[in-house]
């Protein structure tokens, strides 16, 4: 019998028999540092009313962006593209 060790990114949850492969994916990945603020909108009776519409998270390479929800019926492409956050 033979015994294979296979190793898998915490992150993303790619495997590999290569040890140096995954830890080379790991450390491609950002962290979230902070959530940080949140928009809403204030139209009675709309969904973002309750929820956000959108989030603002900073992550460890120093970007921030926005992100929305997904909404039934529009393409995630649509809905839930991340927006780089311009501070300038």
Known sequence: MKVITIYECE????TSVDKYRIMECESSH???IRVGK???DSNDGYAFKKYPRS???DFSD???????PF???VSLEEAA????????
Not at 11 to 14: D, I, R, S, W, Y
Not at 62 to 68: A, D, P, V
């Open 11 to 14: 992150c993303c949850g790619e």
């Open 30 to 32: 950002v962290s979230v």
């Open 38 to 40: 949140s928009r809403y």
């Open 55 to 57: 989030i603002r998270v």
């Open 62 to 68: 120093g970007k921030s962006l926005w992100y929305e």
């Open 71 to 73: 909404v039934k019926g």
């Open 81 to 88: 593209v991340p927006t780089e956050i311009d501070e300038g």
